[in-house]
Each structure stands twice: as C-alpha cells, then as structure tokens.
Nanobody
Framework: QVQLVESGGGLVQAGGSLRLSCTAS????????MGWFRKAPGKGREFVAV????????YYADSVKGRFTISRDNAKNTVYLQMNRLKSEDTAVYFC?????????????????WGQGTQVTVSS
C-alpha cells in the first residue's frame, strides 16, 4: 500500500520560512517523479513544484520561483519543499504527489499517488 505523508506545515508570519517534508512508503521512491501542489481556500488545486527521480531538473510555478526550493533524499524516501519569503497568498493546503512518469509539467493527471496534505497559513 502506497502512502505519502506530508509534515512541516503550520502558522508563520509573512516573510518567514517553512520546510515541508513528504515521506513515501510502499513504492520504489527513487524511480518516481515527485511534485508539490497546493489548494487555497475557494480555489482549485494548483501546481507548485516538481523534481525528477534523480533530483535534478526542478521546475516551479512562476508564483513561487526564486522563493521555494524542491529537493529530495532518495535514501530517506523523502521530498522537501523549502519555502522562503512567504506571503499571505501562499496560504493553502500543500500536497505531495508521486508519478511513475518522467514528467516536468504542471498537470495533475500524470500523478499516481497523493498525500493527504498539510496546512500552511501565512499571517500578514
């Protein structure tokens, strides 16, 4: 049974930082593309960042480029999202997702597995 478990969310002031983690089990983590998405109140789920199985070739949404960094540790079956210079508009539930495809786009369809999400709230 595949599980993706996010952690690291919380309440932070604007301008602050958080690091999200997503630990996977039940799959060969090192062969999966890993992505982060988020869903803000009243909005649809949107792409945030993606990283290839090797940890190279990260790709970011324009709204987070230069502030967020995605990385992974295949030895720990974990993908991270370092979020700096947070803004109130970053407030959302953040989800990690795993895709068996070599994929660097923004769509949700290629992802096979999803976590339950972790809440990030940025106060202004």
């Amino acid at each position: 049974q595949v599980q993706l478990v996010e952690s690291g969310g919380g309440l932070v002031q604007a301008g602050g930082s958080l690091r999200l983690s997503c630990t996977a089990s039940g799959l060969t983590f090192s062969t999966y593309t890993m992505g982060w998405f988020r869903k803000a109140p009243g909005k649809g789920r949107e792409f945030v960042a993606v990283v290839s199985w090797s940890g190279t070739l990260p790709y970011y949404a324009d709204s987070v480029k230069g502030r967020f960094t995605i990385s992974r540790d295949n030895a720990k079956n974990t993908v991270y999202l370092q979020m700096n210079r947070l803004k109130s508009e970053d407030t959302a539930v953040y989800f990690c997702a795993a895709s068996r495809h070599d994929y660097r786009g923004t769509a949700e369809d290629p992802y096979d597995y999803w976590g339950q999400g972790t809440q990030v709230t940025v106060s202004s």
